[in-house]
């Protein structure tokens, strides 16, 4: 049996932990694959992320933060990113991707999250200029993109519920890999990036998981648990 961690604080009324299991549950029955997945708070992880961890083939930083434990949050995506560990991380798992990374990979130290600290004069994730809470919105996926094969199409719809993204700033990073753009908004924003060279590295600041509300499977997810199994 396969087993995903889904690395978060869970709420009943956060409409993407609600989500996620049915998304989870359709993609594992359209593979034909057994999949157990596991909540785990960021409270409960510790400092010892290599044990907490051990077993799961996949892991997923999910939406809902601020987190009860930012470092926790941050240690698994390392883990999974240095280990070469299946990882998917959505809205909230998109911006401490961003986090984990602009600290192991580009050199920032103490990147900043301008939710946890709106006195950063260079965040790495800042506030949107227009929020995305409960909207949907076009997506651009960039043309040879891992993502853009996954989907099989350049255009997409996807919602989100969030109000903090990657600054334009730390956005022009991502023109040199290996970490790179995955897909656009029609304004330009990054809304996905993908890790070159990691079997699959994955985070996107909307929630694909929503799809499964509307009893819709969605290919990221898809290939998330295929890649895990």
Same mark, same amino acid.
């Given at each position: 049996?396969?087993?995903?961690?889904?690395?978060?604080?869970?709420?009943?009324?956060?409409?993407?932990?609600?989500?996620?299991?049915?998304?989870?549950?359709?993609?594992?029955?359209?593979?034909?694959?057994?999949?157990?997945?596991?909540?785990?708070?960021?409270? #409960?992880? /510790?400092?010892?992320?290599? %044990?907490? $961890?051990?077993?799961?083939? !996949?892991? @997923?930083? &999910?939406?809902?933060?601020?987190?009860?434990?930012?470092?926790?949050?941050?240690?698994?995506?390392?883990?999974?990113?240095?280990?070469?560990?299946?990882?998917?991380? #959505?809205? /909230?798992?998109?911006?401490? %991707?961003? $986090?984990?990374?602009?600290? !192991?990979? @580009?050199? &920032?130290?103490?990147?900043?999250?301008?939710?946890?600290?709106?006195?950063?004069?260079?965040?790495?994730?800042?506030?949107?200029?227009?929020?995305?809470?409960?909207?949907?919105?076009?997506?651009?996926?960039?043309?040879?993109?891992?993502?853009?094969?996954?989907?099989?199409?350049?255009?997409?719809?996807?919602?989100?519920?969030?109000?903090?993204?990657?600054?334009?700033?730390?956005?022009?990073?991502?023109?040199?890999?290996?970490?790179?753009?995955?897909?656009?908004?029609?304004?330009?924003?990054?809304?996905?990036?993908?890790?070159?060279?990691?079997?699959?590295?994955?985070?996107?600041?909307?929630?694909?998981?929503?799809?499964?509300?509307?009893?819709?499977?969605?290919?990221?997810?898809?290939?998330?648990?295929?890649?895990?199994?």
């Amino acid at each position: 049996m396969r087993r995903i961690a889904l690395v978060g604080d869970f709420r009943p009324e956060v409409t993407a932990h609600r989500a996620i299991p049915l998304a989870l549950g359709r993609a594992a029955t359209d593979a034909s694959v057994t999949l157990r997945w596991d909540w785990i708070d960021t409270a #409960t992880i /510790g400092r010892n992320i290599e %044990a907490r $961890l051990a077993g799961y083939t !996949g892991v @997923w930083v &999910v939406p809902a933060s601020p987190y009860a434990d930012t470092g926790a949050a941050l240690a698994a995506i390392r883990h999974a990113r240095v280990n070469q560990i299946p990882f998917l991380g #959505t809205c /909230g798992g998109f911006q401490h %991707a961003m $986090l984990e990374y602009a600290a !192991g990979c @580009w050199g &920032v130290s103490d990147p900043a999250h301008a939710e946890l600290s709106p006195e950063a004069d260079d965040p790495v994730i800042a506030p949107l200029s227009c929020g995305l809470v409960e909207v949907k919105g076009d997506i651009q996926l960039v043309p040879g993109s891992r993502l853009a094969t996954i989907y099989g199409i350049l255009e997409t719809t996807e919602g989100y519920h969030c109000n903090y993204g990657l600054s334009q700033r730390y956005a022009a990073r991502l023109e040199s890999g290996p970490l790179r753009v995955g897909a656009r908004d029609t304004a330009g924003d990054v809304r996905a990036v993908e890790l070159d060279g990691h079997p699959f590295y994955f985070a996107t600041l909307f929630q694909p998981e929503r799809s499964a509300l509307a009893e819709r499977s969605h290919p990221l997810i898809a290939a998330f648990v295929r890649a895990a199994a």
